[in-house]
């Protein structure tokens, strides 16, 4: 069974950081892509930032230049280091991993954690 655990949301005040952290555990083999996704009420879940097996990484373009996404292999984590928070940044933040090969069933899947949630005051 493969789990994803978010850390590190909070309160914080207008231009503010934060640094959410993302742990997969269980008998994984491999995960090929790992995200960062957030949902504000009443919004669909949108794209934030991803990053591939290869470190290679996108922004959506409401956090380019404020947010940066990075990857531990070896620990499989993933952490966001959002800066210059505004307000709108206010939802409730996922983690992500996709591609998934985990050596219990030697299939691929995708997983989704629980979430943070991420309040930006103004």
């Known amino acids: 069974q493969v789990q994803l655990v978010e850390s590190g949301g909070g309160l914080v005040q207008a231009g503010g950081s934060l640094r959410l952290s993302c742990v997969a555990s269980g008998s994984i083999f491999s995960i090929d892509v790992m995200a960062w996704y957030r949902q504000a009420p009443g919004k669909q879940r949108e794209l934030v930032a991803s990053?591939?097996?290869?470190?290679?990484?996108t922004y959506a373009d409401f956090v380019k230049g404020r947010f940066t996404i990075s990857r531990d292999h070896a620990k499989n984590t993933v952490s966001l280091q959002m800066n210059s928070l505004k307000p709108e940044d206010t939802a409730v933040y996922y983690c992500?991993?996709?591609?998934?090969?985990?050596?219990?069933?030697?299939?691929?899947?995708?997983?989704w954690g629980q979430g943070t949630q991420v309040t930006v005051s103004s």
């Open positions: 992500k991993a996709d591609g998934v090969v985990d050596t219990a069933r030697w299939k691929v899947n995708d997983y």
């Open positions: 990053i591939t097996s290869g470190d290679r990484s």
